[in-house]
């Protein structure tokens, strides 16, 4: 049991200091006060900043050490994580301060939704557009999001998320296509080192892979002939669907050429359902 109860107007003003102050002494019954629920309530002190699109109590919030994705069962929103709350009424202010401090834009809660079904679903294009510049979904999450727009009357909201769905579809495709291409070629462990180091399909495809760069992927020096088939993009898959050789020979100087399997994912493509009415944000 929370000593003094949380100060919300402190908060609400910014005022670190006292909501500090407070936390120093709640201490000894808390382990963090400041995720502690309301009394006679199921939010905590974020959840209500984030649905009053309180930015600066937000901010002061979690300064004051509040965990950025806590979430309870709530009658009001169903487990739902303060993103997902600024979501559902659109204060796209806080969703980017909150994804700024390392929300979890893809997490769902108990109902299966997402921030991004929640901002889709009641026309808030705003928030719709942090999120979608936070990398919140994959092309399925987007589509799905665009669907609950569009049943909800948000045709704008709807088009801007289809879109975006398309980007991404077309993005997994070019990085699919690559991680194929360094498997075929033996070189499937070095694949998450290559996507880290910056390199996409589109680079690879119109300037290659000099001997910086395969030093770069750490190539063993007793793997030559690994480091030539990247260097030569032996049996790329150029546009149009024809491999290339490079010039390069198919000697591997003690190289292994294995195959790796193809990795497959299963795409979460099940629709939830979601109602907003209102007029569509601009």
């Known amino acids: 049991m929370l000593q003094a109860p949380f100060p919300v107007n402190a908060a609400r003003a910014g005022d670190l200091r006292a909501v500090t102050a407070w936390r120093q002494r709640c201490a000894t019954t808390e382990a963090n006060p400041v995720d502690a629920r309301f009394p006679f309530d199921e939010w905590r002190p974020l959840q209500l900043a984030c649905a009053e699109g309180d930015a600066a109590a937000v901010e002061t919030i979690l300064a004051a050490g509040a965990a950025v994705d806590a979430a309870d069962l709530s009658r009001i929103a169903p487990c739902s994580t303060g993103l997902q709350v600024a979501a559902r009424y659109g204060h796209a202010e806080v969703c980017a301060a909150l994804v700024a401090a390392g929300a979890r834009a893809a997490a769902r809660d108990r109902l299966g939704f997402a ?11 705003r928030a719709v557009a942090v999120l979608l510049d936070a990398d919140a979904a994959c092309a399925c999450d987007r589509a799905r999001a665009a669907a609950l ?3 909800a009357g948000f045709a704008g909201v709807a088009a801007t998320l289809d879109a975006a769905a398309a980007r991404a579809a077309s ?4 990085r699919d296509k690559l991680r194929r291409w360094v498997e075929s070629i033996g070189c499937g462990a070095f694949f998450d080192r290559l996507l880290a180091l910056g390199y996409d399909f589109a680079l690879v495809a119109e300037q290659g892979l000099d001997a910086a760069d395969v030093e770069a992927l750490g190539i063993p020096a007793d793997k030559p002939g690994l480091a030539k088939k990247l260097r030569t993009r032996h049996r790329f898959p150029f546009a149009g669907g024809s491999a290339a050789s490079g010039g390069g020979s198919d000697e591997d100087d003690g190289a292994s050429d294995d195959e790796g399997e193809d990795e497959s994912g299963s795409d979460d493509d099940d629709e939830s359902s979601g109602s907003g009415s209102g007029s569509e944000e601009s």
């Open 171 to 174: 993005t997994r495709t070019d």
């Open 115 to 125: 921030a991004l079904d929640y901002a889709a679903a009641h026309g808030h294009a």
């Open 149 to 151: 727009a569009r049943r």
